[in-house]
């Protein structure tokens, strides 16, 4: 079977909310798509759960993990993927209605390698508690700006399969999975920016997402080590266009 989108989602000590963010994907599932659950060991009911929702849905799979963070947990997951689409998924959050299908068909419309929706953060009650995030953060093309303080957020990303063959697996040692992904595409593909929201985020004490300001020495070693390899990923495709 042919597979249109893959939604790829690393759950870890997931159990609070996992339920109503695998319901709001659940719901926007076609018949030939699939959403795989990449499971790192965890405390809670987090296993119980996923395999629950597996074994009555058939589109859904749970790939087990080795445990060594949250870039591997999501390598993990998009490693398994096998849609033309892939969608990245954190655990908490809730997905709006329609965005499965409005992002691929902006795929169609822009031949676009990746895009980027809208969003709002929500807290522990679901609850609204900010602006949009492309107002807030200021969020659209500008390479060099995201480059050093960019606010991309995976939840709200997709990419084609192509694109992911040339990105994928994301380094380990980069310090954001998202700003990796965005900046690829802003310098080598196409990356397209949707203003409609169709993402709750949440914002809870337990978000993989620093809150707090990093030092600027570690700042800088990151941002070093994310041009060192980006250049590399330039070297490739100049190699690959070669051949």
């Known amino acids: 079977m042919t597979v249109r989108a893959s939604v ?17 994907i659940i719901t926007q599932l076609g018949d030939d798509d699939e959403l795989v659950l990449s499971y790192d060991s965890s405390t809670d009911r987090t296993w119980e759960i996923i395999n629950t929702y597996a074994a009555g849905d058939g589109r859904i ?67 609204v508690i900010s602006d949009d995030f492309f107002s807030t953060y200021r969020i659209g093309p500008s390479f060099w700006r995201n480059f050093f303080q960019s606010r991309y957020s995976g939840c709200c990303m997709a990419f084609t ?5 040339f990105v994928l697996p994301i380094p380990e040692d980069c310090d954001a999975y998202d700003r990796y ?9 196409r990356i397209v920016f949707m203003d409609e929201v169709f993402i709750h985020h949440r914002l809870h004490g337990k978000n993989v997402t620093p809150r707090k300001s990093r030092k600027i020495d570690v700042i800088l070693k990151t ?3 994310m041009w060192q390899t980006l250049k590399l990923k330039r070297r490739l495709m100049g190699l690959q266009n070669r051949k």
């Open 61 to 127: 799979f749970v790939v087990t993990d080795g445990g060594q963070g949250v870039i591997d947990n999501f390598n993990n997951a998009l490693a398994h993927c096998r849609g033309r689409y892939l969608f990245i998924a954190d655990q908490d959050d809730i997905w709006l209605p329609g965005k499965i299908d409005n992002m691929i068909a902006a795929f169609g419309r822009t031949g676009a390698s990746l895009i980027v929706h809208n969003g709002v953060a929500i807290d522990e009650t679901d609850t």
């Open 161 to 165: 399969a192509e694109f992911a063959s």
């Open 8 to 24: 790829a989602m690393a759950v870890y000590q997931g159990e609070k909310y996992l339920k109503k963010q695998l319901d709001s």
């Open 223 to 225: 941002r070093w080590k």
């Open 181 to 189: 992904l965005a900046l690829c595409a802003e310098r080598f593909a």
